[in-house]
């Protein structure tokens, strides 16, 4: 496939709520889609940097400054047959994932339309249901918290999971235990504790919680494995795993037992595949992440979700919980705790809502080759 255009465009979408974890508060998007284009077909991913860098390095500036400065000089007007060839030319850049990620995942929803498949078919996916959770931020009480548990519950979610750090974690989960002694609850520290916390992460294993998700450094798997030694809990790694070679060494020395997955910070579909299987060489769940997507996003990780070891609901809640108008046409809405594989279409199901996007767009770039 010849890559005969690539564009890049920024849209400014605000967040129902703000959303507070222990690295800091998000609640101004801007948004980041990529897209390719070869024989009139049109591929598109989101990228998923943030605003600032508190949960990577990097932010929606660095990925677009990588996207258009880097990738499109290396791709545009050229050939690539498969996703590793892509990657293959793109090599040079060393890290910047999340801006590689979304032309990778732009290449694969192009590939999937080229086809006339479905994504999932195209990663080896089955159109099943996909059991979602709910991601609650850090909130000013228990009470505040105990009531958005229940929202989240009585709208079907199985899962609930609670931003933590220290001081503001045995209450906010002792608080929603006692309301609800059934659910599957989890926590999120965002790397916020050190392994001198152990004594407060093992007071955690009375509750019964599904796992705790990345409670040391962002760059550390050694620790994690001298504290998941110490627990009950199965820990679960986010920001520690970028590549299948760490997620192989974290499971060999047992730094977890739980992968979630996000295929920006991992650098594409393709990593994300070979970690999945890595995973369940290993007997290890994956599930699937989010990073407060819009539909696009949001789109793409459902179809990734429905590979077979994805075994835990992920964290791709229904689309009206964080906007008040997505840029999809096609709504995203859990329901009983389950969304279904957007197929509106080939690849990733959705297609953007044209004349929105025009209203709100910031930021536009188009390379395209001779
Ligand atoms: O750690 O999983 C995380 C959002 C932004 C950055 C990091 C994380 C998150 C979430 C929210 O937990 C998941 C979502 O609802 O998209
Ligand atoms: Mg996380």
Known sequence: MKIDRFELFELPLRLKFPFRTSFGVEQDRRILIASLTSDGV???AECVAGEFPGYAYETTDTAWHVMSDFIAPAIVGKSFASAGELLHALRFIRGHNMAVAAVEMAYWDLKARMLNLPLFELLGGSDRPVPVGISLGIQDSVEQTVELAAASVGQGYGRVKLKIEPGWDHQPVRGVREAFPEISLTVDANSAYTLIDAPALRRLDEFGLTYIEQPLAHDDILDHAELQAQLETAICLDESIHSPEDARKALAIGAGRIINMKVGRVRGFRAALAIHDIAQ??????????MLESG???????????LPNFRLPGDTSSGSRYWDKDIVNEPLEAVNGVQRIPQNGPGIGVSLDEEYVRRIVTRQAVFSGT
Do not use: D, Q, T
């Not at 060489?281 to 989010?290: D, T």
């Open 296 to 306: 696009i996003g949001r789109a793409a990780n459902l179809h990734l979700s429905s």
């Open 281 to 290: 060489a290993f007997g290890a769940p994956v599930w699937c992440g989010g």
């Open 42 to 44: 049109v591929g598109m």
